[in-house]
């Protein structure tokens, strides 16, 4: 998915802001979207709406690591941000609370030109868990954990 639509928001303009604007215009991203996830999943639709930015925003490289590195790398600039960042992502309790503070992250990290594996973090979001939280911050801490 991640990978189509960036070859998609390449060749069109029109699609690079419809992706660029969807978590705050989704209606205008459904088509582009639509082939790629059910739009009638709330939890599917919400990864793709907090992605969908990333995808014209961030640069996807495989093996970047999870979030919790990316956050190590913005703390060099923003420790106290990166911080609390870190805490609120590891202290939400609800997937829409998870989404947002991601897409926050998100936009810090595209700020500072910080590369994210965007395919792992869909994955991460979608199928989140204890066990990937704990990956999360074990990575952005320093205590090891696969990246």
């Given at each position: 998915m991640i990978t189509n639509l960036a070859i998609q928001a390449n060749r069109d303009r029109g699609v690079a802001a419809a992706l660029k604007n969807a978590?705050?215009?989704?209606?205008?991203?459904?088509?582009?979207?639509?082939?790629?996830?059910?739009?009638?999943?709330?939890?599917?639709?919400?990864?793709?709406?907090?992605?969908?930015?990333?995808?014209?925003?961030?640069?996807?490289?495989?093996?970047a690591g999870n979030i919790g590195k990316a956050l190590a790398r913005i703390r060099?600039?923003?420790?106290?941000?990166?911080?609390?960042?870190?805490?609120?992502?590891?202290?939400?309790?609800?997937?829409?609370?998870?989404?947002?503070?991601?897409?926050t992250i998100l936009r810090m990290a595209a700020s500072d030109n910080i590369s994210m594996d965007l395919d792992q973090l869909g994955r991460d979001l979608f199928y989140f868990n204890e066990r990937t939280a704990r990956r999360w911050a074990a990575t952005y801490w320093g205590s090891g954990g696969d990246e």
């Open positions: 978590a705050a215009f989704p209606h205008r991203a459904y088509d582009i979207l639509a082939p790629f996830v059910d739009l009638t999943n709330d939890r599917q639709l919400a990864v793709a709406l907090v992605l969908a930015p990333a995808i014209v925003n961030n640069r996807q490289v495989d093996d060099a600039n923003r420790e106290n941000w990166a911080d609390m960042a870190m805490r609120r992502l590891m202290g939400g309790t609800t997937h829409a609370s998870r989404c947002s503070q991601v897409a």
